[in-house]
């Protein structure tokens, strides 16, 4: 027997709903998951993108607008223009500055810088994630101390190494409108 509806939750949505369904009533405000669809099912709607998990937050890539795309609904697009997802800011850490990059996408993307350690690299537990293959996965830190304006940097043992202003270092300070280059990503150091 399945468990009672709960209007507060989402719902995995059986059958078409109403009577022939077991009577599940649909809240229509609320969210509900399609399901179930095989692993090897497309994505209904969507283009036909495999391996759709309902239980997933799906992302619709760029493109020509998907059959059945619904505007009422959240969608998540990633494509030219689209700056980085801005991590929240940390708890009890302060604003200090920012990555300028025109490299990444010609009309600029920024990211934000807080006090304590900010990592750079394409693992995804960094700070700052970038997509570029010649990044190491933990390539940079900066380092600002509570209290101070001093940036730190250290080369976290890259493959490709740092450049700073055009020069390779391995560690340092940051001055304001220095220009750190990570493989082919160049980021301009903004102070606050």
């Known amino acids: 027997m399945a468990d009672p509806f709960d209007p507060q939750k989402t719902q995995p949505l059986q059958g078409g709903g109403g009577p022939s369904s077991g009577g599940i009533p649909h809240d229509l405000g609320r969210t509900q998951v399609m399901g179930p669809i095989p692993p090897f099912s497309p994505m209904p709607g969507a283009g036909g993108v495999p391996n ?3 239980k997933k937050t799906q992302v619709i890539p760029s493109g020509p607008t998907p059959a059945g795309f619904d505007p009422s609904k959240t969608q998540v697009y990633q494509g030219p223009g689209v700056s980085p997802a801005q991590r929240p800011a940390p708890q ?4 200090i500055g920012w990555l300028v990059s025109f490299t990444i996408h010609p ?5 934000r810088l807080y006090e304590g350690k900010n990592t750079i690299g394409t693992n995804p537990s960094c700070d700052i994630v970038l997509q570029d293959p010649q990044v190491s996965g933990h390539h940079l830190t900066l380092l600002i101390r509570p209290g101070t304006n001093v940036v730190r940097f250290k080369d976290e043992f890259s493959t490709n190494g740092t450049l700073i202003n055009g020069t390779p270092l391995d560690e340092g300070t940051l001055q304001d409108g220095d220009i750190i280059k990570i493989g082919s990503t160049e980021l301009k150091f903004r102070s606050v």
């Open 52 to 54: 759709f998990d309902p």
């Open 107 to 111: 009309n600029g993307v920024d990211f």
């Open 92 to 95: 009890n850490r302060k604003l």
